[in-house]
């Protein structure tokens, strides 16, 4: 059983930036690919971030890539989202999911955090 815990949201001005972390228990946090999707009222969990099980690889969606940036440092059990430039449409909860496949599928992560709210004001 992996247990995810994400931290690091808030309340930025558009075009700021947060930290987002997301800290994992268990011993196989290594193994698994880690994903991040945010869900705004009303509508449906979306894709923003994965990244492979030794970092090497990283994936984002079109509305995030070069403001975005997801790592993890293994020996910390620690994925991190990175998030620059921010838009008031980015409110969210966001939330970390840990599965076997870099993917953008919300349904193949097989654990997932409490989610962490991100409110970016215009």
């Known amino acids: 059983q992996t247990h995810l815990v994400e931290s690091g949201g808030g309340l930025v001005q558009a075009g700021g930036s947060l930290r987002l972390s997301c800290a994992a228990s268990?011993?196989?946090?290594?193994?698994?690919?880690m994903g991040w999707f945010r869900q705004a009222p009303g509508k449906e969990r979306e894709f923003v971030a994965a990244i492979n099980w030794s970092g090497g690889r990283t994936y984002y969606a079109d509305s995030v890539k070069g403001r975005f940036t997801i790592s993890r440092d293994n020996a910390k059990n620690t994925v991190y989202l990175q998030m620059n430039r921010l838009k008031p449409d980015e409110t969210a909860v966001y939330y970390c999911?840990?599965?076997?496949?870099?993917?953008?599928?919300?349904?193949?992560?097989?654990?997932w955090g409490q989610g962490t709210q991100v409110t970016v004001s215009s």
């Open positions: 999911a840990a599965g076997p496949g870099m993917v953008a599928v919300a349904s193949s992560y097989d654990y």
């Open positions: 268990g011993r196989t946090f290594s193994s698994y690919a």
